[in-house]
């Protein structure tokens, strides 16, 4: 076995997936790797990961980025949740909104007070007790890690940013941390005959490039984990039929809004991500019930502003690779597979691959134990992903179109029922140690879909009607009389972080 430390590290194609992981590696790989990142500027990226969840901020806070910095470069804004219009029924509006939604009493969590008190007509509207969800509708921010003089947490928030400027700056980043960008098309790659590694990628311009770990940062074909080491794809398009996607910019018109929007249409849904100098759109569907020129039709036709760019068409499979680490293989981004971007988790993805590689970084023997838990952690991940989003699409009420019945009418993953099935009964979410949503994260979208619990946790009976008025009141007041204070989100941004 070899135990030698792996000296060379190759990264094939750029993108926020590939400059993601050379900063990463530059920064806590400091003198002891050489790391070539590969790219052809005639292969354009998808670039249309623009919206991010908190955990944004760990990866830039690790390698000492700073935040006002990133978002001038990159036109970024703030991101205090995602609205979601249309969802349940047409006409219902509800937000996943990051952060607190009221605060527990005792060692029982709020929502259980709050299903109490909506049963006896004395609770308003779950949103009405979440900081975050009332900064956002009243386009407010700021840095706020709790509300003074209590013991609620503050505004959790994340980014929006433009995705090709974010691999542009990881790029500046990389390169002076000693990252060599080579420029030029991959036209082979080379296979050790014993072991099946990759020894090397062929360059169109004759030159080989050789290297004992491999990133594939290729986007969908995956270039080395599929088309070189033949890893298989786990197809997951029977629950999240959506294959397509059209892109396109336009003109921001009215205020600087602090949260993203998704907008279920007929056949799909459609986003918006305002940044600061323009608004992201897309219109998501399934080539299955919607044909592409109707759907680029649709998404033009929805615009607020003049349009700034050519509409692009992307197509894909939801799903993963069998294995996101083959060999001396690892995938990020795309390559290693794809849930759209309903809950903005493109980027965590890959800054979550990125933080596995760097707990299981190998040796030169590639020992395989290391290899199995990372892929089944991987795995494990994505399908948690999976099930939150495939809740979205089941938990409707919509009838105008055959997507949506069929979506309610499809059987789900077992441990989606499982958990939907625990919360109808008695208010009970589920969430394991370190799953990415946080038990106020599954609470919105099941109650915002219309999930209804029976009944609630027998500890909140402890607490009677005058008591539980004036709990939920202090805590509305207490929100409301801090979002006030809160200056205008586009202020903020152009007091803080204003690109130039």
Same mark, same amino acid.
């Given at each position: 076995?070899?135990?030698?430390p792996i000296r &060379?590290?190759?990264?094939v194609g750029?993108?926020?997936?590939?400059w993601m992981a050379?900063?990463?590696?530059?920064?806590f790989?400091?003198?002891?790797?050489?790391i070539?990142?590969?790219?052809?500027?005639?292969?354009?990226i998808?670039?249309?990961?623009e919206a991010?969840?908190?955990?944004i901020?760990l990866?830039?806070?690790l390698l000492?980025?700073?935040?006002?910095?990133?978002?001038k470069r990159?036109q970024g804004?703030f991101?205090?949740?995602?609205q979601?219009?249309d969802?349940?029924?047409p006409?219902?509006v509800y937000?996943?909104?990051?952060?607190?939604?009221?605060?527990?009493?005792?060692?029982?969590?709020?929502?259980?007070?709050w299903?109490k008190?909506?049963a006896?007509?004395?609770?308003?509207?779950?949103w009405?007790?979440s900081?975050?969800?009332?900064?956002?509708?009243?386009?407010?921010?700021?840095y706020l890690?709790?509300?003074?003089d209590?013991?609620m947490?503050g505004?959790?928030y994340?980014?929006?940013?433009?995705?090709?400027?974010?691999?542009?700056?990881?790029?500046?980043y990389?390169?002076?941390?000693g990252v060599?960008?080579?420029e030029g098309?991959?036209?082979?790659?080379?296979l050790?005959?014993d072991?099946g590694?990759?020894e090397?990628?062929?360059?169109?311009?004759?030159?080989?490039?050789?290297?004992?770990?491999?990133i594939?940062?290729?986007?969908f074909?995956?270039?080395l984990?599929?088309?070189?080491l &033949?890893?298989?794809?786990e197809?997951w398009s029977?629950w999240?039929?959506?294959d397509r996607?059209?892109?396109?910019?336009?003109?921001?018109s009215g205020p600087?809004?602090?949260y993203?929007k998704?907008s279920?249409?007929e056949?799909?849904?459609q986003?918006?991500i305002?940044?600061?100098?323009r608004v992201?759109?897309?219109?998501?569907?399934s080539?299955a019930?919607?044909a592409d020129?109707e759907?680029?039709?649709?998404?033009?036709?929805n615009?607020?502003g003049?349009?700034l760019?050519?509409?692009?068409?992307?197509?894909f499979?939801?799903?993963?690779?069998?294995?996101?680490w083959?060999r001396?293989?690892?995938?990020?981004?795309?390559?290693?597979?794809?849930?759209e971007?309903?809950?903005?988790?493109?980027?965590?993805?890959?800054?979550?691959?990125?933080?596995?590689?760097?707990?299981?970084?190998?040796r030169?023997?590639f020992d395989a134990v290391?290899?199995?838990?990372?892929n089944?952690?991987?795995?494990?991940?994505?399908e948690?992903i999976?099930?939150f989003?495939?809740?979205?699409y089941?938990?409707?009420?919509?009838t105008?179109s055959?997507?949506?019945?069929d979506?309610?009418e499809?059987?789900v993953p077992?441990e989606?029922?499982?958990r939907?099935?625990?919360?109808?009964a008695?208010?009970?979410?589920?969430?394991?140690?370190d799953?990415l949503f946080?038990?106020?994260?599954?609470?919105?979208?099941m109650?915002?879909?219309?999930?209804?619990?029976?009944?609630w946790?027998?500890?909140a009976d402890?607490?009677?009607?005058?008591?539980?008025?004036?709990?939920?009141t202090?805590?509305?007041?207490i929100?409301n009389?801090t979002? &006030?204070k809160l200056?205008?989100?586009?202020a903020f941004i152009?007091?803080?972080c204003?690109?130039?």
């Amino acid at each position: 076995m070899h135990t030698d430390p792996i000296r &060379k590290v190759v990264i094939v194609g750029g993108g926020t997936a590939g400059w993601m992981a050379a900063a990463a590696l530059s920064e806590f790989f400091k003198g002891l790797l050489e790391i070539e990142l590969v790219e052809s500027d005639a292969i354009g990226i998808v670039g249309v990961g623009e919206a991010t969840i908190p955990q944004i901020r760990l990866f830039t806070g690790l390698l000492n980025m700073n935040e006002a910095e990133v978002l001038k470069r990159t036109q970024g804004t703030f991101k205090l949740g995602i609205q979601f219009r249309d969802w349940r029924r047409p006409g219902d509006v509800y937000m996943h909104a990051f952060g607190a939604i009221g605060m527990k009493l005792g060692s029982l969590d709020f929502h259980h007070y709050w299903l109490k008190a909506r049963a006896s007509g004395q609770a308003d509207s779950l949103w009405k007790y979440s900081l975050n969800e009332t900064a956002a509708l009243a386009g407010r921010f700021a840095y706020l890690d709790r509300i003074p003089d209590t013991h609620m947490r503050g505004l959790a928030y994340a980014f929006h940013f433009d995705a090709s400027l974010f691999a542009a700056f990881l790029r500046e980043y990389s390169e002076k941390r000693g990252v060599r960008r080579s420029e030029g098309r991959v036209v082979d790659v080379a296979l050790d005959g014993d072991s099946g590694f990759i020894e090397s990628v062929l360059l169109e311009s004759g030159r080989r490039v050789e290297g004992e770990l491999f990133i594939d940062c290729t986007g969908f074909r995956g270039l080395l984990i599929e088309d070189a080491l &033949k890893t298989g794809y786990e197809d997951w398009s029977h629950w999240l039929p959506c294959d397509r996607a059209v892109a396109v910019p336009c003109e921001r018109s009215g205020p600087l809004t602090p949260y993203t929007k998704a907008s279920a249409l007929e056949n799909g849904w459609q986003w918006r991500i305002p940044l600061q100098h323009r608004v992201g759109n897309g219109h998501v569907y399934s080539s299955a019930y919607l044909a592409d020129d109707e759907a680029t039709s649709i998404l033009l036709n929805n615009l607020e502003g003049e349009v700034l760019g050519e509409p692009r068409l992307l197509r894909f499979k939801t799903g993963r690779r069998r294995k996101f680490w083959n060999r001396n293989c690892v995938a990020l981004g795309l390559a290693s597979g794809f849930l759209e971007p309903l809950e903005s988790t493109s980027i965590h993805l890959i800054q979550t691959g990125v933080s596995r590689l760097l707990e299981y970084f190998p040796r030169r023997g590639f020992d395989a134990v290391d290899r199995d838990e990372f892929n089944r952690r991987c795995a494990w991940e994505f399908e948690r992903i999976r099930d939150f989003l495939i809740l979205h699409y089941h938990a409707n009420e919509r009838t105008d179109s055959a997507f949506w019945i069929d979506r309610r009418e499809m059987e789900v993953p077992e441990e989606l029922q499982r958990r939907m099935d625990l919360f109808k009964a008695n208010g009970r979410v589920r969430r394991d140690f370190d799953e990415l949503f946080t038990e106020e994260a599954w609470l919105q979208v099941m109650v915002g879909q219309g999930l209804e619990p029976a009944a609630w946790h027998p500890l909140a009976d402890r607490v009677d009607e005058a008591q539980m008025g004036r709990f939920l009141t202090s805590i509305q007041t207490i929100i409301n009389s801090t979002v &006030k204070k809160l200056p205008e989100h586009g202020a903020f941004i152009a007091n803080n972080c204003a690109a130039e």
